[in-house]
């Protein structure tokens, strides 16, 4: 011990000796987080007088030079000398070297001493001046070069000897004085004490200093007994010395601290690099000496450089050369004294006459002083702020300017600022050099603090000194271990704070309330918020958010947190007192320690930590609830959420129990504050706050949680009797069950003597050489102190020998407070200490709340063998560990255990409880912040979504009326179903809602949601409906681009991802052979086309799909091309590669369900779904099913055994075969045509209804028109001879009624069925030169009576008129099925639609006379007509039609004069636009719908002018009794107003009156012939329901409400339509 003490003293106070020496240190003290040297302490010392001087000191602190600056001259002199500046090398080039941790370890020699030291026993907290002798001279006096090192006396052994000593040095301050008195009178000159008292601030010498300061250091303890005093040995026995002597000695030392309380090194420094400054950048050259700031704190005063001058030339004695290493002398010896004094006024037993009110004071002032005017700019580097003054020629701006690291961010004026900072650094090395010294004098004081009483103001004094250290923001560029040293000066600083607390209970409140504006001037970076270590904890694996400390740690077994918040559980825990036996004595204790905060009825002596929990969770909220900036609110909110991360990362720690209580009242607090916002008014309640205390209450509440689940999963398996079970017998072969997860490395491993199990030594803290002779692991230990413990405090009358939780709560607790007992007398840590009698106090509140006993235990054996535990037992030499002790993972397994029995955790229902009834709360910031914090509950614990009151609050908020509640919802449910696929059902309906929810970060939130799930479980069993629901959300042309967007990646992910194919089940790319990839890739396919099949066959078409895949494939018409163009187009060449596999895996799934189908009724439905799906493939790329149309073309036979869904069987091959027509070769037309695929395709027409007659039509056409066809191929000829069949039918019949109503359904049937045909051929054969003239007359359209003579060239025309005919009968589905006939030319030709409007058709057909069935099949008529008109442009048809066709010159094709029949339909519909604005008040609905539907293509088209339209839509908006249309029209409306939202906001008042005479004339007849008007519609928005009007919607998107001017005129615009 006293080897590795002196190492300590060597390391702390000879770090000055130079650069080059490096001295041992301990290797896991983690508050240096150096890196090992490579080689051992004798490698840094370059010769052998290094060697021999660090063994001296070392060995024997006898051996102590006085000064480093001697040890450095001594050791220059031993080696040679290479330039002379390194023989006056200044004090500013002294560094603290790094420790090496290499000399220290117990595996490697040493070259110190017969035997390698053992490493030193720092505390947990990073003390290092604790029970360790220390050497207190740092800086001593100064001895010329050359000089012989004084020998000083030996070290006092006695009170006689230290009485000697005391004696003879005050005996000599006294001569001196009188003979310096003597010579001042015969010489006139300064004496040698005078001199003294300028060099050093004192009559002492630095010898002298050095010798009283040795009395202090050999033996000292600042630690802490039970009742307060100051521990000390027999060699420092102070009160042994003579009253009158040390009355005598204190004043002399007073005199060195008075002088040092008046340095301020930072200060004058700045004084002298403004004058160097000064004299640089001044244009006029002077002859005045300048000095830099080097030369002022050289030791050798002396000018340099041009301007030489003798001393005292510049006029001020601070301000000459040497002058700064004066002052720092004066500091030093300042330092030195006030160690003395608290040392001998710490001393239990000294004469009170010692410790004086002004010596306590100047002792104080110094330590403040040194605090904030040294240490605090040195470590933080700010002392260069604000010194523009400075630069400009007046002075240093005061010796009292404070500079803290708050003021380093305001930047300065000085253009000089950087030289400043830079100069400063001189000045800042040898104020470091005294962290060590300065650490010890704040132990002194906490050790006077312990035992004495203070005025109330030196209190304050000290303990805002002590609390303004935890602002260091320690910067590496002073030096690089700054921040070590700046958490030793915390750690000492927290210690005296703790100290004050302890002492002085009417003072906390006090203490308390500076905290906090203490918290406003704490470093705010990431690297420096954090520098607190700490152990790694079980909770450190959920706080994955807080910063892990300096990132020059490699440290991977502890944490940092702020050192703000160990202060505050320090506080807490200082305060606990031992808990009382009874009543009275509890009133005792109570009026003993005048504790003005005791509870009186509380006996656990945890009152005083409860009163300081509540003021300071009171305080800390109070400031964080203010409005505004009001307080700096915005500033504790931040240091709130901080504060909290820390409290959870460290609850599961030993050495911390006040945590739990900290969170238990903040969490109170909080709750009652979010419950008390719920009843306030709106304006009363802070948003920012709330948002911040519902954070930190999901956080609390989520850990708590976390908690009890890991708990829950990795319960403690101990006996449930007191039987124990005897050992298994040694089994044959090793068992590894460390719980490292290792397996049998090559390393010491150690075997339990109980179970034989195996464990590493390094996890288990065994090494080779202490090995115990009896080993038991922690299942073991635990297992044999369970039982132990109960037969020791069992109750005598039990009934059974079975065991509780509650009784191995008690054998846990037991085990944690052996283990910080251990602790606390191995480290002497005081967060130890106290943390044990916390823990003792805690565990008998707890015995104390329990209302009935529910173990086997004796409460009160158990409460009193707690209590005698109080008093920490003296610790013995080489004392060994306690038999039942536990690694640290037995510890933490320990803690996890009783946190989750803590009173914490035992309130999370609670909790839970708080947030379920803040999500149906009347705020909608409450509700969507309270889903949010069960977001992060649930994400710890998703087993929570189980229950029901959970659930129920959940799914209230998927109808939540605000939009961010259910996006916060949905994001809820998402994160539950992801870690829960397998409870995704359950949320399967309301996430189905979402989709189409009002709210587009609510669909885009649903949208991921379902993407997740869809990747993560492709056999998801709603991924149809969710597929589904999704294509149509990205086919509503109205759908955000954002919405439309994540939907397309979606599907590309899901279907068209060729990275897919190289990727396995499980998502990492898939080994196989190289003959193996094209298989997989087919799997993959096959399944994305089973799902493509789904997805058609429950939505009925595949016209959503087809939307999809063209998009995906070709890019979408709608949306912004702006966005994403890149993604869009990779996604296209992605899908594109797809295409022809999907193909392939689609015939393949058709052959395989012909394979195992089992001919019911729902094949039919399915093979429907599958030829569908092939059919969007073959409209996208119809070269692909070329290869597969022998496959189809058997479903052309009618024979599919489908009977309901034949049709549509047939339609779809046919569909594909039309398309698939043009991409036939020569070779395969011909033989395709030569088999039975004409015929099929002919008795499909006889067969089928009119939908398969129009496809088999236009297949045959298609390959009738073929270029590779011959004139009178069997294609055209079966064309033209079912074209002769059904036009000599419709000739035939045409005069035998002119009402086919009364005719027999055979008869109508076929004459639906010709008319079907015949207008499909029309529209689809492309005759040689079919371009008709420009003038195109209607004689022309006259009935071929002779069928021979009928040509497929000549049948246009000649069916036209054989149309007309029909169109003038008198049953409306004739005319109907004429008149979509007749569509077929209209197509094929647009300028017949000429002829027709000169025969007047159009007008009968729209007119008032038509019945509504013309009307509507009229209007779907021109529909049809555009719609196709458009496709053929866009196409290009019609241009390749034109350049194909060889008697068009070449003015028209170059003014495109095809293209221009394109326009006639719209030419004509627009010349009738009056008659179809008037169908809008048609009284049937349908031709409503119809001609709304109809408008809504003019307009895109731009064949209509929208401000004639746009009132008519208007008024469409008062069909109440057609949503469907009001819907239409709206969609309408809304793109309108895209485009032109001033003309929608000006035509709002005519759509308004447009509706009133809408509802009149529409609804005239509703009720007995009145009109019944009325603007008001019933709405369901969730689960409230209410009324709207019916220009709700289109007011919204017209944005009047956003201005008031046009709300106004709106208003305006309303009211005169009244006066009207």
């Known amino acids: 011990k006293k080897v590795t003490s002196r190492l300590l003293l060597a390391e702390i106070f000879y770090v000055g000796i130079s650069s080059q020496l490096k001295l041992p240190t301990q290797d896991d003290a983690k508050i240096f987080p150096y890196k090992k040297p490579k080689a051992s302490t004798e490698s840094h010392c370059k010769n052998q007088s290094e060697s021999a001087l660090l063994y001296a000191v070392t060995m024997d602190p006898k051996m102590m030079p006085s000064s480093p600056s001697k040890v450095f001259d001594q050791v220059v002199d031993a080696k040679t000398v290479e330039s002379p500046d390194r023989q006056r090398s200044s004090i500013s080039s002294m560094e603290l070297a790094p420790p090496s941790s290499a000399s220290l370890s117990p595996n490697k020699s040493t070259s110190i001493g017969a035997s390698a030291p053992q490493p030193l026993p720092l505390s947990p907290n990073g003390k290092l001046f604790s029970h360790v002798e220390k050497a207190e001279n740092p800086l001593p006096a100064i001895m010329k070069k050359g000089q012989q090192q004084q020998q000083h006396p030996p070290t006092p052994t006695s009170a006689t000897a230290m009485q000697d000593t005391v004696e003879r040095i005050v005996n000599a301050v006294e001569n001196r004085d009188a003979s310096s008195r003597e010579s001042a009178l015969a010489n006139g000159t300064s004496s040698q004490q005078q001199i003294l008292e300028v060099t050093h601030g004192g009559p002492f010498t630095s010898t002298e200093l050095s010798q009283l300061a040795l009395l202090c250091t050999t033996g000292f303890s600042s630690s802490s007994s039970k009742n307060g005093a100051a521990n000390q040995s027999s060699s420092s026995q102070w009160a042994a010395v003579d009253g009158d002597l040390l009355a005598s000695l204190t004043p002399l030392l007073r005199a060195h601290v008075t002088s040092a309380m008046r340095v301020d090194l930072v200060g004058e420094g700045l004084g002298v690099i403004a004058k160097t400054v000064k004299a640089e950048s001044s244009p006029e050259k002077t002859s005045r000496p300048v000095i830099t700031i080097h030369q002022w704190m050289m030791q050798v005063a002396k000018y340099s450089g041009p301007n030489a001058a003798p001393l005292g030339s510049l006029g001020d004695s601070k301000l000459e050369p040497g002058a700064g290493f004066n002052r720092l002398q004066i500091l030093l010896c300042g330092l030195e004294a006030s160690n003395i004094l608290l040392s001998i006024m710490a001393s239990p037993g000294i004469d009170r006459r010692v410790v004086e009110d002004d010596t306590l004071e100047a002792c104080v002032t110094l330590i403040k002083n040194h605090i904030q005017k040294h240490l605090i700019p040195a470590l933080s580097n700010t002392g260069h702020v604000g010194v523009s003054m400075a630069i400009s020629g007046n002075g240093s701006g005061g010796e009292d300017a404070e500079r803290t690291p708050k003021s380093k961010k305001s930047r300065s004026v000085s253009p000089n600022r950087g030289v400043v900072a830079k100069s400063l650094k001189a000045v800042y090395s040898p104020i470091l050099s005294t962290v060590g010294q300065f650490g010890t004098m704040i132990e002194r004081a906490d050790a006077f603090v312990a035992c004495n009483e203070m005025d109330d103001s030196l209190l304050f004094t000290l303990s805002g000194a002590a609390l303004s250290t935890l602002t260091i923001d320690a910067s590496p560029i002073v030096r690089a271990d700054a921040a070590s040293l700046a958490s030793i000066i915390q750690v000492s600083s927290m210690d005296l704070i703790a100290a004050i607390f302890r002492r002085y209970p009417r003072h906390r409140s006090i203490i308390v309330e500076d905290v906090f504006p203490l918290m406003l001037k704490l470093p705010a970076s990431k690297k420096s918020l954090r520098t607190f270590l700490v152990k790694k904890s079980a909770a450190s694996s959920r706080a994955g958010d807080v910063a892990r400390g300096p990132p020059t740690s490699n440290v991977d077994d502890h944490d940092y947190i702020q050192p703000i918040c160990a202060l505050t559980l320090l506080l807490i825990q200082s305060c606990v007192v031992m808990p009382s036996q009874d009543d009275d004595e509890q009133m005792e204790g109570a009026e003993d320690s005048n504790d003005s905060w005791a509870l009186k009825d509380d006996h656990s002596g945890l009152q005083g930590c409860v009163a300081v929990c509540n003021q300071f969770t009171s305080q800390m909220l109070q400031r964080c609830a203010r409005k505004g900036e009001e307080g700096g609110a915005s500033e504790f909110r931040p240091i709130l959420s901080n504060l909290i991360d820390d409290l959870l990362l460290v609850r599961h720690l030993p050495e911390y129990p006040a945590a739990g209580m900290l969170l238990l009242y903040l969490s109170h607090r909080l709750g009652s504050d979010l419950l008390r916002a719920s009843s306030a008014a709106k304006n009363q309640v802070e948003a920012t706050y709330l948002a911040t205390a519902m954070d930190a209450f999901g956080k609390i509440t989520s850990a708590v949680a976390g908690s009890l689940q890991r708990n829950r999963e990795n319960p403690f398996k101990l006996p449930e009797s007191m039987n124990l079970c005897a050992p298994s017998p040694e089994p044959t072969e090793e068992i590894n069950r460390c719980f490292c997860g290792r397996g049998n490395l090559d390393t010491f491993m150690v075997d339990c003597d109980r179970c034989h199990s195996w464990h590493h030594g390094s996890c288990v803290g065994i090494t080779k050489d202490t090995v115990p002779d009896i080993w038991l692991c922690d299942d073991c230990t635990l297992q ?429 091959v046919s569909s594909m075969i039309s398309g698939a027509s043009s991409h036939f070769g020569s070779g395969e037309l011909n033989r395709l045509t030569s088999g039975e695929l004409p015929n099929d395709l002919v008795n499909i027409c006889y067969k089928f209804p009119s939908e398969a007659v129009t496809s088999a039509v236009e297949a045959l056409a298609k390959l009738a028109n073929h270029p590779d066809a011959a004139s009178d191929s069997i294609q055209e000829k079966k064309l033209l001879k079912l074209a002769t069949q059904f036009y000599s039918y419709l000739l035939k019949t045409k005069d035998v009624t002119n009402d086919f109503s009364s005719m027999k359904k055979s008869v109508r049937d076929n004459v639906r069925r010709a008319l079907a045909a015949l207008g499909s051929i029309c529209r689809f054969y492309e005759c040689a030169g079919a371009a008709d003239d420009h003038t195109l007359d209607s004689s022309v359209f006259v009935i071929e009576t002779d069928v021979a003579e009928l040509q497929l060239d000549n049948l246009s025309n000649a069916a036209f008129a054989l149309f007309l005919q029909y169109l003038s009968k008198e049953d409306e589905s004739t005319k109907c099925l004429a008149l979509r006939a007749m569509n077929g030319v209209f197509i094929s030709r647009p300028r017949v639609v000429l002829v027709a409007e000169q025969m007047g058709i159009i007008t009968s057909v729209i007119g008032d006379e038509a019945p509504p069935s013309v009307q509507i099949e009229s209007l779907r008529c021109w529909r049809d007509i555009l719609i196709s008109e458009e496709k053929r442009i866009d196409s290009g048809a019609a241009k390749a039609k034109m350049e194909a066709q060889k008697n068009v010159t070449l003015s028209k094709r170059i003014g495109g004069d095809q293209d221009g029949d394109s326009t006639i339909s719209g030419s004509v519909l627009t010349k009738h636009s009056e008659r179809l604005y008037a169908l809008t008040l048609s009284k049937d609905e349908k031709v409503r719908h119809m001609i709304i539907d109809l408008i809504g293509h003019l307009l895109r088209q731009g064949l209509i002018n929208p401000m004639e339209t746009v009132p008519h839509l208007l008024a469409v908006q008062g069909d109440v009794k057609c949503p469907s249309t009001r819907a239409l029209a709206l969609k309408l409306l809304q793109t309108e ?74 208003l305006k615009g309303i009211i005169s339509l009244f006066e009207k």
């Open 784 to 1212: 044999t102190t369970v039982v132990e413990q109960a037969k020791v405090f069992a109750r005598g009358s039990r009934d059974s020998d079975s065991l509780t939780s509650t009784d191995h709560n008690h054998v846990l607790r037991q085990l944690l407070l052996s283990y910080l007992s251990w602790t606390a007398q191995a480290s002497h840590s005081q967060i130890a200490e106290r943390a044990r009698e916390f823990l003792i106090a805690s565990w008998v509140k707890q015995l104390e709340s329990s209302e009935e006993n529910l173990g086997s235990f004796d409460l009160g054996l158990v409460r009193n063998f707690a209590i005698s535990q109080w008093t920490l037992p003296t610790p013995q030499p080489n004392q060994q560990r306690p038999r039942a002790h536990l690694t640290d993972d037995g510890n933490q397994r320990i803690m996890t255990s009783l946190v989750a029995s803590s009173e914490l955790c035992v309130s999370f229902n609670r909790l839970l409880g708080v947030i379920l009834r803040l999500m149906g709360d009347k705020l909608a910031s409450l509700r969507k912040l309270s889903v949010k914090a069960i977001l992060q509950v649930v994400n710890i614990d998703p087993a929570l979504m189980t229950q029901p009151t959970v659930r129920k609050e959940v799914s209230r908020c998927f109808h939540d009326e605000s939009i961010s509640v259910r996006e916060a919802a949905v994001s809820l449910v998402g994160d539950y179903i992801i870690q829960s696929p397998n409870l995704a059902a359950a949320f399967h309906a309301p996430l189905l809602e979402r989709v189409v929810d009002k709210g587009i970060s609510v669909r885009k939130r649903a949208v991921r949601i379902f993407r997740d799930v869809l990747l993560s479980n492709p056999t998801y069993e709603g991924r149809v409906a969710a597929c589904h629901a999704m294509m149509q959300r990205a086919a509503d042309r109205k759908e955000d681009d954002g919405v439309r967007d994540l939907i397309h990646e979606t599907f590309h992910t899901l279907w068209f991802n060729s990275k897919a194919f190289d990727m396995g089940t499980t998502g990492s790319p898939a080994k196989s052979k190289p003959g193996q990839m094209g298989t997989k890739a087919e799997l993959y396919c096959k399944e994305v086309s089973a799902q493509m099949v789904e997805v058609v066959r429950v939505s009925g078409s595949n016209e959503v799909l087809s939307t999809l895949v063209k998009g995906l494939l070709f890019g979408f018409a709608e949306g912004d091309k702006d966005k994403k163009n890149v993604e869009r187009k990779k996604r296209q060449e992605d899908s594109h590669s797809q295409c022809k596999l999907l193909v392939k895996a689609l015939i393949e799934l058709l052959l395989s369900f012909e394979d195992t189908r089992e001919h019911k009724e729902d094949d039919g439905k399915q093979l429907v779904a599958i030829l569908a799906t092939l059919g969007v493939f073959a409209q996208t790329f119809p070269e692909l099913v070329v290869p597969h149309v022998d496959t189809l073309v058997p479903y052309l036979k009618g024979d599919n055994g489908v009977k309901r869904y034949e049709a549509a069987v047939v339609s779809q």
């Open 1537 to 1610: 107003g895209e485009k032109r939202p001033d003309m929608l906001r000006q035509r709002i008042c005519a759509g308004i009156k447009q509706a009133f005479h809408f509802q009149r004339n529409v609804y005239s007849d509703s009720t007995n012939g009145s009109a019944k008007v009325t603007a008001l519609i019933a709405k369901s928005d969730g689960p409230k329901d209410g009324w709207e009007t019916i220009f709700d919607a289109v007011i919204k998107e017209s944005a009047i409400r956003n201005k008031k001017a046009q709300r106004q005129g709106l």
